[in-house]
């Protein structure tokens, strides 16, 4: 069983299913209403953990009931939760999520009140058990001197590059292995995956892609690009759909797989997210 630790936040979702986004100004009644965990890294681990590895995470967790609530859903999903900071004050971060029944996709509403998870934490930890570190792309003051000790530590390092932040851009080459969103692709200005990749991503880095719909690109150590186009499906709900991308790539990776084969299998699951509400059962229909 191989250990992945992945470093980022853990939200609490409120999801409003409703027929099609609303108008502004527009009063509208939801047509289901569900609380879930979120956040990035932990749904990335949660997947991992289905696909049958040991799973911790280090992140923020306030002392309160919603962060009670978010520790007792890890840890029934098999996540260790021994590197958690839980400070006794704050509140976990809320996302308020819109799910269109029309489209499947979703918009998001975030509030956050709660530090990051700092690097004086991160320093604390015992790094060797670990076969694959994983970070979310935030607080980058904070991310710098934890991908450095994390690079010393013999283990594979990923960074997700989500969303555009000042100075990300430098850690790039600290990270193994990238994976970046098209939301970020579109805030560099690009347009076109091929294009983002060959000029964003750094030589020599294994570089994946995710774009919705049109499935994802990668371009190898090699600079090699590949494309894998996602099949055509009714698409129930697509949150998360990008954290189990990103967990599809960590696990073909640690099982040796070339990175054309990585990409296939990270489009299979992420696709197979998109039918079903929800991350449960994933490695099941992944391997069906």
Known sequence: MLRILGVGIATLDLIHQVERFPAEDEEMRALSLRRARGGNATNTL?????????????????????????????????IDLGPVVRPDRGKLPHSCILLSRASGSRTIVHYRDLPEYPASAFEKLDLEPYH???????????????????????????????????GIEALF????????????????GFRQPESFLESVAPAGIPAYLAWGEAGGWCRDAQGIIHRVQAPMIEVVDSIGAGDVFNAGVIHATLQG?????VL??????????????GLQGLAEVHRG
């Open 46 to 78: 949660v997947v991992l953990s289905q696909l049958g590895h040991y799973c911790a995470w280090a992140g923020m967790l306030p002392r309160e009931p919603d962060g009670d609530w978010v520790a007792r859903d890890l840890r029934e999903q098999g």
């Open 132 to 166: 694959w570190i994983h970070f979310e792309g935030r607080a980058v003051a904070e991310l710098g001197p934890m991908l450095e000790r994390a690079r010393h530590s013999g283990a594979t390092i990923s960074l997700e590059v989500e969303k555009p932040r000042e």
């Open 173 to 188: 080459s600290r990270a193994h292995l990238l994976l970046f969103s098209r939301a970020y692709a579109y805030s560099r």
């Open 264 to 277: 296939e299998s990270a489009v299979k699951l992420a696709s197979a997210k998109c039918r079903q509400e």
């Open 257 to 261: 797989r070339a990175p054309a084969a």
